[in-house]
C-alpha cells in the first residue's frame, strides 16, 4: 500500500516536472516565432525602403516602424516586446537593464567563440522584486544594409549624418562591422507561480 503510494507520488512529480519542461519550451518557441517575426518584417521593410526612398526616407523604419511592430506584437501577445542594445542610438528606447545586459555580454561571447548568430537565444523564468517573468533574447547582428546607418563614418551618407547627428546627439550606434553583435529583441511577461 506505502509502496502504491510512494509510486504514484513520484509519478506524479514525474509528470508535473515534465509537464513544467514541455511549458517551458512551448514558451521559448511562442518567443522565438515572435522575435523572428519582429526581425523579419522589419528587415523586409529597412530593405524595400532603403531600395524605393534611399537612406534618408530608411531611417524612419528603424525610429518609427521597429517601435511600432513591437507595440503592436506587444498588445497582441500581452508581452512586453522590445530591442535592447548596449551601444544605443535611443537611450529612451533601446537601453538594456541589468539582466539583459548581461544576456548580451553572454551573446558577444558566444558569438566570438564561433557560434551562429540564428543560434544566440535565451530563455530564463527570472523572478524579481514584482514577482515572477519568463524572460527572452534573440541576437540582433548587422547585416550589410545595417552599416548605411550603424557602419563607420565612410559607410554612412552625407545627408544621413546630418540628421542623424541633429536627432540624436549622443548617439553610440555606429562604427559596427558586419556580422558584429548589434542588440537583442527582448520578451518580457508576468507567470503565475
Ligand atoms: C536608414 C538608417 C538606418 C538603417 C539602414 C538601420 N538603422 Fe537601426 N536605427 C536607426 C535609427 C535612426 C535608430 C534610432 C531609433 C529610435 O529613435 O528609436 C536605430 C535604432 C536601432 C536599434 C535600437 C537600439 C538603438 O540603438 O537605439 C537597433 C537594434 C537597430 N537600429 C538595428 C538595426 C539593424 C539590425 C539594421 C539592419 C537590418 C539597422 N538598424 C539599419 C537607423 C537605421
Known amino acids: 500500500m506505502q509502496h502504491r503510494t510512494i509510486l504514484s507520488l513520484a509519478s506524479a512529480m514525474l509528470l508535473s516536472s515534465s509537464f513544467v519542461h514541455a511549458e517551458e519550451i512551448d ?24 531600395k524605393a526612398e534611399g537612406p534618408v526616407a530608411a531611417i524612419q523604419v528603424c525610429s518609427e516602424a521597429a517601435p511600432k511592430i513591437a507595440g503592436d506584437l506587444s498588445r497582441q501577445h500581452g508581452w512586453q516586446v522590445s530591442r535592447v542594445s548596449t551601444r544605443v542610438r535611443n537611450p529612451m528606447l533601446g537601453t538594456a537593464d541589468q ?56 559607410n554612412i551618407p552625407a545627408p544621413v549624418k546630418t540628421i542623424l547627428s541633429e536627432h540624436y546627439p549622443h548617439d553610440q550606434a555606429v562604427g559596427y562591422q558586419e556580422g558584429d553583435l548589434r542588440g537583442a529583441v527582448s520578451i518580457k511577461y508576468p507567470i503565475s507561480e
Not at 518557441?29 to 528587415?43: E, P, R, W, Y
Not at 533574447?137 to 547585416?143: F, L, R, Y
Open 27 to 50: 514558451r521559448s518557441q511562442q518567443a522565438a516565432d515572435v522575435s523572428s517575426q519582429f526581425m523579419q518584417t522589419l528587415g523586409k521593410t529597412m530593405k524595400s525602403t532603403l
Open 99 to 154: 539582466w539583459q545586459q548581461q544576456i548580451l555580454a553572454d551573446f558577444e561571447r558566444r558569438l566570438s567563440n564561433g557560434e551562429a548568430a540564428e543560434s544566440l537565444r535565451h530563455s530564463e523564468i527570472v523572478s524579481e522584486p514584482s514577482g515572477r517573468y519568463f524572460r527572452y533574447m534573440q541576437a540582433i547582428t548587422v547585416g550589410q544594409a545595417c552599416l548605411t546607418c550603424h557602419g563607420s563614418a565612410e
